[in-house]
């Protein structure tokens, strides 16, 4: 057994498809409809009202009513998915294991609301009557760390922000973390929420479906597709060295293969993703041709997918299977890296593959080998999970299945 090798054991979600992994898969394979009315916020003076929120979660079910008055919706959504996956996982973080364990996340724009609303009642109100309790919600690593402090997980705790790729390079620096030997278990996911200032930003932009009033769509690389629908949610995983796993007799969803990142603020920002899996193909001494399947971060955005179909059909051609599962969850932004991992995973122990369900004609600049149907797929061994974001970074991970 290498020392370096890396697995799997558990996952925790909390999404527009459903809550816990395997309602969340059911979700993907069927393509479930998650757009509805948005009820966080007043949409009023707005064309868009739908997205994809995450409308039957409770928690009570997951935190203490002592300690939800403090805690905002992103830290809540992170704290339910933690608690998820460490049950999946069947892992019990106590006084012994504690400060071998890790906590990463991935969020960029998850504490853009509780910022908002502290100065907006300091504004108002004076500087002298905010309270004190809602001011940790106003930094970008409060989620992370009020889920440390509720499992009580004492090894490093870091938050990662890079955008639509936070999550998948929060997995990459867990890697890093356990190859290293400086932690034997590491949480790993992102969080995002579905706020009012996220949805503004984006609809002043141009960037979500239905700016014209119509109704919106996720359809990556449909050659009508125009804008992305907004999402939420939190996707936690446990991330373990091998032998770690074996000696608890912990289930294995997954093997971590290899993985790789690049950063390219230009034009040619294909190259990044390119380079980013290249890099993770040469890392593991594999060809094109032994990956069996593609999990995109493709969103429905006319750069963004062309993006990635363009990287994709040059390096593996047309021969390998593409799914893009923000087709059915909309785009949760940073955590969006935590669910294309979970479903990979999910994918490689059931050998299926989630539909990319709303798209019916293929961009002519997007000529890709698309599953519009799902279904079973045999010899599923390998799997590629790529991100790309608007401002230059590129990530890709391989998992493969796991043979006792």
């Not at 998915?81 to 364990?101: C, P, R, V, W, Y």
């Not at 356990?178 to 034997?184: H, I």
């Not at 996911?189 to 200032?197: A, K, P, Q």
């Not at 971060?297 to 390096?315: M, Y």
Request: glycine letters at 10%; aromatic letters at 8%.
């Amino acid at each position: 057994m290498k020392d370096s090798e890396l697995v799997i054991t558990g996952i925790g979600i909390i999404s527009p498809a459903g809550i816990g992994k395997d309602a969340f898969w059911q979700g993907l394979c069927e393509g479930k409809n998650c757009l509805g009315d948005i009820t966080l916020f007043s949409t009023d003076g707005f064309n868009v009202k739908k997205a994809c929120e995450i409308t039957d979660f409770n928690p009570l079910d997951f935190i203490h009513k002592r300690h939800l008055r403090t805690l905002d919706r992103s830290t809540r959504l992170l704290i339910a998915a933690t608690s998820l996956a460490l049950e999946d996982s069947g892992i019990n973080i106590n006084e012994q294991n504690t400060f071998d364990t890790g906590f990463v996340a991935g969020s960029t724009f998850g504490s853009l609301h509780s910022i908002f609303q502290f100065d907006r009642e300091g504004l108002i109100e004076g500087p002298k009557y905010v309270n004190p309790s809602f001011f940790p919600n106003t930094v970008i690593n409060s989620p992370a760390s009020q889920a440390a402090i509720q499992f009580k997980i004492k090894g490093f705790n870091t938050t990662i922000s890079t955008g639509l790729c936070a999550s998948l390079d929060a997995f990459i620096y867990a890697c890093d973390f356990l190859r290293l030997k400086r932690a034997n278990t590491v949480l790993v996911g992102g969080v995002e929420e579905l706020c009012e200032e996220i949805f503004m930003g984006l609809y002043q932009c141009g960037l979500l479906s239905g700016l014209d009033g119509s109704e919106p769509i996720c359809s990556p690389f449909d050659k009508n597709r125009n804008g992305l629908v907004l999402s939420e949610g939190a996707a936690v995983l446990v991330l373990e060295r091998k032998e770690h796993a074996l000696r608890r007799d912990a289930p294995v969803l997954a093997m971590v293969v290899s993985y790789a990142n690049s950063f390219s603020p230009n034009k040619k920002q294909s190259s990044g993703l390119e380079i980013s899996i290249n890099r993770a193909l040469k890392s593991a001494n594999l060809k094109p041709e032994d990956i069996d399947l593609v999990f995109s971060s493709a969103n429905s955005t006319k750069e963004l997918d062309r993006l990635e179909a363009g990287v994709i059909k040059s390096i593996f051609g047309k021969k390998v299977k593409i799914t893009a599962i923000k087709s059915t969850i909309g785009e949760p932004c940073s955590a969006s890296g935590g669910f294309l991992l979970s479903s990979a995973s999910m994918a490689l122990t059931t050998k299926l593959v989630p539909p990319t369900v709303n798209s019916k004609e293929l961009d002519p600049e997007c000529d890709i080998n698309l599953v519009t149907e799902g279904g079973g797929l045999s010899g599923l061994k390998r799997v590629m999970v790529i991100g790309s974001d608007p401002y230059g970074n590129s990530s890709a991970i391989i998992l493969q299945g796991y043979e006792s």
